[in-house]
């Protein structure tokens, strides 16, 4: 039996709205993939003065800016993508950097004392100095002190909380 004319009409407007679905899928970014992702080497640059000054005029700014040193610096243990759910560990270090973006001092805050990650977490942040030098009004008494949190996923690699894609659950 032939369709009726709205039938017809019904079932072509489906199949549209179907195939449109189906590209947007294939569009979209798989989470394992850095393109657009905050941090990623589209805008993993830190910018800074011609003295080595970086650019940024606020203290969440500049802890970007550090937070991307540290990933650049140990790119081969950063994960790339979002976290996963559940992690293996959360350290937070504290950190304090000079006028000149020498790390003068750091230690752990906050862990769930798993001795492997707080080595990582500190040797990368020791590695990855000196930084950009921090702008003038961000120091206090000549120094600048910043906390960062590294999200350790099951296989030891690592985003820091301040670049970091929100977790799988979120």
């Known amino acids: 039996m032939p369709k009726s004319a709205p039938e017809r009409a019904m079932h072509t407007r489906f199949a549209i709205l179907l195939a449109a679905g189906l590209l947007a899928a294939c569009a979209s970014r798989d989470d394992r993939t850095p393109a ?3 941090g990623g080497p589209s805008d993993d640059r830190v910018e800074t003065r011609r003295d ?3 650019t940024a005029q606020t203290v969440e700014g500049y802890k970007r800016d550090v937070a991307q040193r540290i990933s650049q610096v140990n790119s081969t243990r950063v994960y790339v993508g979002r976290p996963q759910a559940l992690l293996r560990s959360v350290v ?3 950190y ?3 006028s000149g973006g020498s790390l003068i001092r ?3 805050m906050r862990s769930n004392r798993d001795r492997e990650t707080e080595s990582t977490a500190l040797a990368t942040l020791r590695g990855a100095a ?3 030098k921090p702008a003038s009004h ?3 008494h000549g120094r600048l ?3 960062e949190t590294w999200l350790f996923n099951s296989d030891g690699r690592f985003q820091l909380r301040s670049i970091a894609e929100p977790q799988m659950d979120q």
Do not use: Q, Y
């Open 36 to 38: 657009g992702r905050p």
């Open 52 to 54: 080595a000054t970086s």
């Open 92 to 94: 937070v270090v504290r």
């Open 96 to 98: 304090t950097v000079d």
């Open 106 to 108: 750091s230690e752990i």
């Open 130 to 132: 000196p930084f950009p």
């Open 138 to 140: 961000l120091l206090r």
């Open 145 to 147: 002190e910043l906390a």
